[in-house]
């Protein structure tokens, strides 16, 4: 399945140069995550959500990659900011997102790296990420 993915790579990347969108982005990601490639996905993740900030998606897809591979900060961090992300249109994927998020928070739950970020304030003072 590799061979797919890698080949998907090579079709996604040229078609982002003509067609950049957070579809092709996601999709990016996805394929970067399937071939381990966790900082490439991150990246991809991240320019499909700098795109349209206001979509839930990726970073939802973020939350995950960063539980899947053991990054247990940055999954709490980002699993906890989408909880307290605004909803602008109410539907059954943000609730299912935010569902997910809560248990990623509830896996971490009393444990050092969870309770270290209930104690973590921004810069702006506005609480938990």
């Not at 989408?82 to 539907?91: D, G």
């Amino acid at each position: 399945m590799a061979g797919k993915h890698e080949q998907a790579v090579g079709v996604l990347q040229h078609a982002v140069k003509y067609y950049p969108n957070t579809v092709v982005y996601t999709t990016l990601g996805n394929s970067y995550r399937e071939l381990n490639k966790t900082g490439d996905a991150e990246q991809s993740y991240l320019k499909a959500w700098y795109m349209i900030p206001c979509r839930f998606y990726p970073k939802y897809l973020l939350a995950r990659l960063y539980d899947e591979t053991g990054q247990a900060e940055k999954a709490l961090a980002v699993a906890r900011e989408l909880l307290e992300k605004e909803v602008k249109i109410e539907s059954t994927a943000v609730r299912e997102i935010k569902a997910e998020m809560e248990k990623i928070i509830r896996k971490y739950q009393g444990s050092p790296v969870g309770f270290k970020l209930q104690k973590w304030k921004s810069p702006q003072g506005d609480g938990n990420r």
